[in-house]
């Protein structure tokens, strides 16, 4: 009876190893996925644009960017747990373009003391926040701005219109 008691902890041994083994495989198997995962995302965003809009350079653009008018932006920051500083820019726009805008691509940017950008995103805000802005109607739009730095020269803020379209 002595020898069967031997051979139990042998066999729990060996599956307990089997088991280990095989754990660290897996572990491995999931953070090699994870990086893939990773490394295909890009690991940065893309900023949206709007699909066939109107943009700077065409005939149309003259005609009707001084008819979508874009109010005063005013600006708050705070920091992040991250040590970074988010600002958010908003203002409001106003169509008396005489056309329905059932596109909207808006420019958001924080300029140095030289004019030149120091942190800067595009937003698509028609129709991703509302469906369409009749003529002679306003709507708030908000531009968040991330990454910055105490370092950062933030001397002025600015919101442009980049593109639109009409119904």
Do not use: C, W
Not at 14 to 28: F, G, L, N, Q
Not at 55 to 65: D, I, K, T, V
Not at 112 to 123: C, F, I, L, M, S
Not at 126 to 132: S, V
């Amino acid at each position: 009876m002595a020898t069967p008691d031997r051979q139990l902890p042998d066999s729990d041994d060996s599956r307990r190893t089997v088991i280990i083994v095989v754990a660290v495989i897996a572990a491995i198997g999931i953070a090699a996925l994870f990086y893939l995962l990773m490394r295909a995302s890009g690991g940065g965003t893309v900023e949206p644009t709007l699909e066939g809009a109107i943009r700077a350079g065409s005939p149309e653009f003259e005609q009707y960017a001084s008819k979508i008018m874009v109010d005063k932006p005013e600006a708050y920051e705070s920091k992040r747990a991250l040590g970074d500083i988010v600002m958010n820019l908003q203002s409001i726009v106003h169509n008396f373009s005489g056309r329905t805008l059932t596109g909207l691509e808006i420019k958001g940017v924080v300029v140095d003391h030289q004019g030149k950008p120091v942190n800067q995103r595009a937003v698509v805000v028609i129709p991703t926040r509302q469906p369409e802005l009749d003529n002679n109607r306003s709507m708030a739009v908000r531009v968040m701005l991330e990454g910055m730095t105490d370092k950062d020269d933030r001397a002025d803020i600015r919101m442009e219109v980049t593109g639109f379209k009409f119904k």
